[in-house]
């Protein structure tokens, strides 16, 4: 569906070159990474942790951004980013064991879906670590809809699986129109965007605007969903977003 979205902007890029050679590769690993993997295991888990949760741990991809552009990207990390980063660090690591080791009375009863969220996070950095030379090479419309091509036929075996085991669809209105917001919205136009920035601007400058996802979904998931909001969640956040302002603070400048 995002891919079809797409189609009309990627007729009007025909008259650039298409990726070729290793670029083609690449782009088919931004797909399965980027999107097979990071989907599934983001739903995966979603369904086992908190939306709360899964918002102050998409933290973890602008992190990862920064520890690991150095050396595919080529970008130095600072003392500053480096402080940064093991502050939102600790900051994650507080969110999903709620507390402190041997301090608080338990751990957090969704570790296991904390944990296919941090996978998550970091198969979503694989996307724009994999895309960023592509990018600055290849337009964004014809990159983002092939990778969402191969993201959609990486998930196909997993969607034929669940389909054989009896799982199908409710067809709804709202469950439509779900669809159709996650499909047109949040993929095709929310990849567009954000690979039409980062054909632009280096990743850590691009990754600043990534923190605006843990707050407004930990946010959504209190106001909307009724989930709890323990004061662990609280100073995690906290630690998450400073230390991410910190360590991308000085890109910004």
Same mark, same amino acid.
Request: glycine share 12%; with cysteine; charged share 10%.
């Given at each position: 569906?995002?891919?079809?979205?797409?189609?009309?902007?990627?007729?009007?890029?025909?008259?650039?070159?298409?990726?070729?050679?290793?670029?083609?590769?690449?782009?088919?690993?931004? !797909?399965?990474?980027?999107?097979?993997?990071?989907?599934?295991?983001?739903?995966?888990?979603?369904?086992?942790?908190?939306?709360?949760?899964?918002?102050?741990?998409?933290?973890?991809?602008?992190?990862?951004?920064?520890?690991?552009?150095?050396?595919?990207? !080529?970008?130095?990390?600072?003392? &500053?980013?480096?402080?940064?980063?093991?502050?939102?660090?600790?900051?994650?690591?507080?969110?999903?064991?709620?507390?402190?080791?041997?301090?608080?009375?338990?751990? @957090?009863?969704?570790? &296991?879906?904390?944990?296919?969220?941090?996978?998550?996070?970091?198969?979503?950095?694989?996307?724009?670590?994999? !895309? &960023?030379?592509?990018?600055?090479?290849?337009?964004?419309?014809?990159?983002?809809?092939?990778?969402?091509?191969? !993201?959609?036929?990486?998930?196909?075996?997993?969607?034929?699986?669940?389909?054989?085991?009896?799982?199908?669809?409710?067809?709804?209105?709202?469950?439509?129109?779900?669809?159709?917001?996650?499909?047109?919205?949040?993929?095709?136009?929310?990849?567009? @965007?954000?690979?039409?920035?980062?054909? &632009?601007?280096?990743?850590?400058?691009?990754?600043?605007?990534?923190?605006?996802?843990?707050?407004?979904?930990?946010?959504?998931?209190?106001?909307?969903?009724?989930?709890?909001?323990?004061?662990?969640?609280? @100073?995690?956040?906290?630690?998450?977003?400073?230390?991410?302002?910190?360590?991308?603070?000085?890109?910004?400048?």
């Amino acid at each position: 569906m995002a891919s079809l979205a797409l189609s009309p902007l990627v007729r009007r890029e025909a008259g650039s070159p298409a990726p070729t050679g290793r670029d083609r590769w690449t782009v088919a690993w931004m !797909g399965i990474l980027g999107f097979g993997a990071a989907f599934v295991l983001a739903n995966w888990g979603i369904a086992a942790s908190t939306a709360t949760n899964a918002a102050l741990l998409i933290v973890v991809e602008p992190v990862a951004l920064m520890l690991l552009g150095p050396a595919l990207l !080529g970008e130095r990390l600072t003392a &500053r980013e480096a402080v940064g980063a093991a502050l939102a660090v600790a900051g994650a690591v507080l969110v999903v064991i709620d507390g402190v080791p041997g301090v608080t009375q338990r751990l @957090v009863p969704h570790w &296991r879906g904390d944990l296919l969220l941090i996978l998550s996070a970091l198969a979503y950095a694989s996307y724009s670590l994999l !895309g &960023r030379r592509v990018l600055v090479r290849h337009e964004a419309g014809r990159v983002t809809a092939s990778s969402i091509l191969w !993201g959609a036929v990486a998930m196909l075996p997993l969607a034929l699986g669940e389909w054989l085991a009896g799982q199908r669809p409710a067809w709804t209105g709202a469950a439509v129109a779900g669809t159709l917001y996650l499909g047109v919205v949040v993929t095709a136009l929310g990849y567009l @965007v954000w690979n039409w920035a980062l054909r &632009r601007v280096e990743a850590p400058r691009a990754a600043i605007f990534l923190c605006v996802q843990p707050a407004a979904g930990a946010g959504l998931g209190v106001g909307l969903l009724d989930e709890p909001l323990t004061v662990f969640t609280l @100073v995690g956040g906290g630690l998450i977003l400073g230390g991410v302002l910190l360590a991308f603070g000085s890109a910004a400048r």
